[in-house]
């Protein structure tokens, strides 16, 4: 099993920045790919970044590519999400999601075969 818990979101103002992290705990956090997903009111849930166990391979949605950056420190048990240039749209709950050893990078690359999720942080842009 694996606890996730997010913080860091809030409200801040179009063009702004804001670093969502992600604490995990249980066991083997070395081995699962991390995601960060969000879903806005009245908005199905959507992927947005994901990494993979090292860190060393990282994808993003293409509405994000380039204002996002997702990181994570194995040694901390943590995963985050820089986000610059944000964007009213951007306005919703982001989620960090882990997944099993066992799933496919090219599955977790592409937001498929998350097991664990934490309980979302509201990031709010808005002037």
């Known amino acids: 099993q694996v606890r996730l818990v997010e913080s860091g979101g809030g409200l801040v103002q179009p063009g702004g920045s804001l670093s969502l992290s992600c604490a995990a705990s249980?066991?083997?956090?070395?081995?699962?790919?991390m995601a960060w997903f969000r879903q806005a009111p009245g908005k199905e849930r959507e992927f947005v970044a994901a990494?993979?166990?090292?860190?060393?391979?990282?994808d993003y949605a293409g509405f994000v590519k380039g204002r996002f950056t997702i990181s994570r420190d194995n040694a901390k048990n943590t995963v985050y999400l820089q986000m610059s240039s944000l964007k009213p749209d951007d306005t919703a709950v982001y989620y960090c999601?882990?997944?099993?050893?066992?799933?496919?990078?090219?599955?977790?690359?592409?937001?498929?075969?998350?097991?664990?999720w934490g309980q979302g942080t509201q990031v709010t842009v808005s002037s």
């Open positions: 999601a882990a997944a099993l050893s066992s799933v496919a990078w090219d599955r977790v690359r592409i937001g498929v075969g998350y097991d664990y």
């Open positions: 990494i993979n166990w090292s860190g060393f391979s990282t």
């Open positions: 249980g066991r083997a956090f070395n081995t699962y790919a």
